[in-house]
Nanobody, 124 residues
Framework: QVHLVESGGGLVQAGGSLSLSCAAS????????MGWFRQAPGKEREFVAA????????YYSNSVKGRFTISRDNAKNTVYLQMNSLKPEDTAVYYC?????????????????WGQGTQVTVSS
């Protein structure tokens, strides 16, 4: 059974930083395409960042490019999202997700496994 457990969310002022973690069990992050998504109140869940299996290629949404960094630690079977220069519009529940194949497609429906989410709130 696959479990993805996010942590690291919280309240931060605009311009600040947070680091999210996604600890995986039942799935190996090195051989999975891993992604981060977010969902703000009243909005649809949207793609934030992804890291490919094996090679570790990364891809970001335009709204976070240059501010967020996705990475993974194969030994800890954990994926991270470093978020810098945070803005109030980054406020959302952040979800970790995993899929076996299909690098290049970053739609919500393409991901097989999801975590429970962690709240990030950025105050102005």
């Amino acid at each position: 059974q696959v479990h993805l457990v996010e942590s690291g969310g919280g309240l931060v002022q605009a311009g600040g930083s947070l680091s999210l973690s996604c600890a995986a069990s039942g799935r190996t992050v090195r051989t999975s395409h891993m992604g981060w998504f977010r969902q703000a109140p009243g909005k649809e869940r949207e793609f934030v960042a992804a890291i490919s299996k094996l090679l570790g290629s990364t891809y970001y949404s335009n709204s976070v490019k240059g501010r967020f960094t996705i990475s993974r630690d194969n030994a800890k079977n954990t994926v991270y999202l470093q978020m810098n220069s945070l803005k109030p519009e980054d406020t959302a529940v952040y979800y970790c997700a995993a899929r076996d194949s299909g690098w290049g497609s970053f739609e919500v429906k393409g991901y097989d496994d999801w975590g429970q989410g962690t709240q990030v709130t950025v105050s102005s």
